[in-house]
């Protein structure tokens, strides 16, 4: 019912910048309440990475400074901007939407991961 589909993801040197874009599509009109980015590495649980909702961010501590989450409205479309790439930023990055469903209540939906690996 809702995809969402990510991109941006590479290969870059410690020190570079990466930006993700990922974009929500729907049959019908949706409506938004939070997006916000995940990140899984090898061996470790997934994480929550930055947020947006309502005009809020949130973001991880090892992230803050580095990082910056923003959302085109018009579009259903959330960016991370990553400076200052770390190897330890290295993971699959994932899109994750919640949406008001067609009964008034909340719908969780995941893009499908995007690679970002930090190597020197």
């Known amino acids: 019912q809702v995809q969402l589909v990510e991109s941006g993801g590479g290969l870059v040197q410690p020190g570079e910048a990466l930006r993700l874009s990922c974009t929500a599509t729907?049959?019908?009109?949706?409506?938004?309440?939070?997006m916000g980015w995940y990140r899984q590495a090898p061996g470790k649980q997934r994480e929550l990475v930055a947020s947006?909702?309502?005009?809020?961010?949130n973001y991880a501590d090892s992230v803050k400074g580095r990082f910056t989450i923003s959302r085109d409205s018009f579009k259903n479309t959330v960016y991370l901007q990553m400076s200052s790439l770390e190897p330890e930023d290295t993971a699959v990055y994932y899109c994750?939407?919640?949406?008001?469903?067609?009964?008034?209540?909340?719908?969780?939906?995941w893009g499908q991961g995007t690679q970002v690996t930090v190597s020197s």
């Open positions: 994750n939407v919640r949406v008001w469903g067609v009964r008034g209540d909340q719908n969780e939906y």
């Open positions: 729907s049959g019908s009109v949706l409506s938004i309440n939070a």
């Open positions: 947006t909702s309502r005009g809020t961010t």
